[in-house]
């Protein structure tokens, strides 16, 4: 079963920039590439939503919230998904979550907050 394990979260400013990492351990890269993965996120008091998620097909899902400003992005080799967030806004403040799918099982990671604020 994979282990995944977020970071990168904090405190940063409006227009402000961060890049979340999300790494798989206990899994060898054979595993780890049959993975969909994908970052969610839960605000208080809000359900928990799709931020951005690579699809079956090799492509990218990004919601329309943070299009253009969010990015997606994964290195194989060290079995790592990452989430660049660029021109932050406080409504993008949530416990960010990592996901990865294989067949009908979904695992999800501890969460790491962020917090845009002044």
């Known amino acids: 079963q994979v282990q995944l394990v977020e970071s990168g979260g904090g405190l940063v400013q409006p227009g402000g920039s961060l890049r979340l990492s999300c790494t798989a351990s206990?899994?060898?890269?054979?595993?780890?590439?049959?993975?969909?993965m994908g970052w969610f996120r839960q605000a208080p008091g809000k359900q928990r939503e799709l931020v951005a998620t690579?699809?079956?097909?090799?492509?990218?899902n990004v919601a329309d919230a943070v299009k253009g400003r969010f990015t997606i992005s994964k290195n194989n080799s060290k079995k790592t998904v990452y989430l660049q967030m660029n021109s932050l806004q406080p409504e993008d403040t949530a416990v960010y979550y990592c996901?990865?799918?294989?067949?009908?099982?979904?695992?999800w990671g501890q969460g790491t907050q962020v917090t845009v604020s002044s």
């Open positions: 996901r990865g799918t294989i067949g009908e099982s979904h695992y």
């Open positions: 690579f699809t079956d097909g090799g492509g990218t």
């Open positions: 206990r899994a060898i890269l054979s595993t780890f590439i049959q993975y969909t």
